[in-house]
């Protein structure tokens, strides 16, 4: 597989990471090069994935795979290992993330804790977990500043 085609399983890795609504606001808060590491990780995963299924398929039905890639490679692009298992690859992580997050905004997260709140709890500082706390118990909050300001009010 030529190296430039591991863009698309790391698009993909890229793209669950930051579109599931899930992982948004934990993938947010994080630095690039975590966010980097993390989507080379679940792309390779996803990649390896998707080609289990297609050497599952290539078992069970021995002709699908070399039928489809006869009317994919009559398309004017240079036949190339792995091409279209790597943007089947993206498409198929586009679409399974879009109907997730579609699931979950009709059922309301299945009651599981929310992406924000439990990405606070995860990777918040202090200041957050703190604003939080206050939303949460609906408490006021009083935040004295260095130069004296004072802040007085709910989160």
Known sequence: MPYNLWIFPLLSGFYFLIKYKYNAYKYQRLDSQILIFHSILYGIFIFLGVYL???ILTFLFPTLIPTVYSILYKLPI????LLWTSLFCFSITVIIVESLNYIYERNEYFCWKKPVDKAIDE??????????QSFVDKLLIQITLKNNK????FA
Request: hydrophobic share 40%; glycine share 10%; proline share 0%.
């Open 53 to 55: 299924i297609r050497v």
């Open 123 to 132: 990777i918040g500082d202090e200041v957050e977990q703190l604003f939080k």
């Open 78 to 81: 240079k036949e190339q290992d």
């Open 150 to 153: 004072v802040y007085v009010g």
